[in-house]
């Protein structure tokens, strides 16, 4: 066969390429990567993305090159771009992998294969997880997801052979973010990025961190060390999602062995273990609804709860809660770790959610799109349905209304968080900091925090907004429309391993 362009996206990465390793099987290999301006301007996107991009692209050329092979970054629109490329090259294909990705590049890919229909142009898309395209039904879903994590991973090529038509090509810098012409990202302690860090991550992981998984990744104090740390660079494809599975299968099969021979270790490692594994499969599980809705980026799964706080719209609310002055210590700690970090544990994701949703009365689609921005590891398919799950309007899910000061309570109990992250409480005493608008005002002024003046006092009442905003969701729950439509969202996106029993109509 003729050359053929590798076109990197979300799979930044040599090792279990499948991409990759067809196009070097095929014929003479050369890759790109697009900067695509539109893109970089979505409502979601950050430069924190793109400047961890940046750095995986580095890494990514340096691995290549090792192996002869290279990768041309440009700027541009990529129907123009892999044009000229394939032009210039003769290539016969192209290969990517199938990517689950907002709206726009749901648009951008659709436009890609009119063009290599158009041009006689083979694009070639494996998979790389267990996110099905085209899936008729859930059912049996979880077994494919085993089926395709068990088959054999594939190596990095030794060789890539690149097209003689290359050779004047130029490789092409990687732009700067002031030449993209983005603002210098602002979170200033961001995750390491590269396919070799991704590796050190996961080992050390597997090696130490993963001890007390099960317990630490609902902290936002343990969940530093104890969470995996793995999602970005699983969002852009440092590190394949069978790699991870396998390799952390083949740790707890190894801890058990030294178990059955009699080693001594911490009882919560394996359960840990097995706990993450399921959170893998959860990975491409909310992947898989935006895979087969694209549209929930923007709306509701269930259709019964569009527009539900749509008159719930306050720009001073909104803009507390993102520059994190609501009052509320976990909430605004929490906002302003991501502003500096982009990231924090799950559970503190979800409570934000919860907190701007049910408490503040916002809707979900404009809160969703700010987290995005402040996730370094953004992934559309989990962050929007997590989004619409948090938020109450699924009709399928459990409604959770996280209690801020509870979380404080329980997953900060000595305000080691709230206060690295809330300094202005740094004073007040920890029996008050769950609730520092109840500290007796004597103490406050001892403190050096008076609530009102050095720190908001609450933009809400807890109890009162909790009672509002279970009344306003269940009242929409009890309609006979609602049951319905979560009968059919549950069929559709539910999560089961079996064929789901039919019911029949309500009465």
Known sequence: MGPQIVWFKRDLRVDDHAALDGACRAGPTIGIYVFEPELLRLPDSDPCHVAFVRSCLAELRERLAARGGRL????????????????????????????????????????????????????HEPWQNGVVRRLPTRDGWSRIWGKRMATTAVPAPEHIATPAGAADLDDGPIPTLAELGLAASRRAEPQAAGEGEAWKTLRSFLAERSIDYRAAMASPV??????????????????S???????????????????????????????????????????????????????????????????????????????????????????????????????????????????ACHHLGLPWQPVGVELARRFVDFEPGIHYSQAQMQAGVTGINTVRIYS???????????????RRWVPE???????????????????????????????????????????????????????????????????????????PRRRGPRT
């Open 72 to 123: 041309l970054i440009r700027i541009g629109d990529v129907v123009e771009v892999l044009g000229s490329l394939q032009r210039a090259v003769g290539a016969s294909a192209i290969w990517s992998h199938e990517e689950t990705g907002n709206l726009w590049t749901f648009a951008r890919d659709r436009r890609v294969a009119a063009w290599a229909e158009a041009s006689g142009v083979a694009w």
């Open 241 to 355: 999602m069978r790699r991870v599975h396998q390799t952390a299968a083949a740790r707890a099969a190894e801890l058990k062995e030294q178990r059955a021979a009699g080693a001594a270790f911490a009882p919560t490692w394996l359960p840990s273990l097995a706990s993450f594994q399921s959170r893998l499969r959860w990975h491409c599980h909310f992947m898989q609804k935006l895979e087969d809705h694209p549209a929930l980026e923007k709306d509701e799964l269930n259709p019964v709860f569009r527009g539900l706080r749509d008159d719930g719209w306050d720009d001073e609310l909104f803009a507390a809660f993102c520059e994190g002055r609501t009052g509320y210590p976990m909430v605004d700690a929490c906002m302003r770790c991501l502003d500096a970090t982009g990231w924090v544990n799950f559970r503190m994701r979800a409570m934000l959610v919860s907190f």
């Open 404 to 418: 801020p000061a509870k979380q404080v309570r329980d997953q900060d109990p000595e305000g080691v968080f709230v």
């Open 222 to 239: 343990e969940g530093w060390e104890g969470c995996s740390r793995l999602s970005p660079h699983l969002a852009y494809g440092t590190i």
């Open 425 to 499: 409480l740094e004073g007040i005493p920890t029996e008050h900091l769950a609730e520092p608008h109840l500290t007796p005002p004597l103490v406050q002024i001892a403190s050096g925090c008076r609530i009102g003046r050095d720190y908001p006092a609450p933009l809400v009442d807890h109890a009162t907004a909790y009672a509002a905003a279970r009344e306003r969701i269940a009242s929409v729950r009890r309609t006979r429309e609602a049951r319905s439509e979560a009968e059919r969202v549950l069929a559709r996106h539910g999560s089961r391993k079996r064929t």
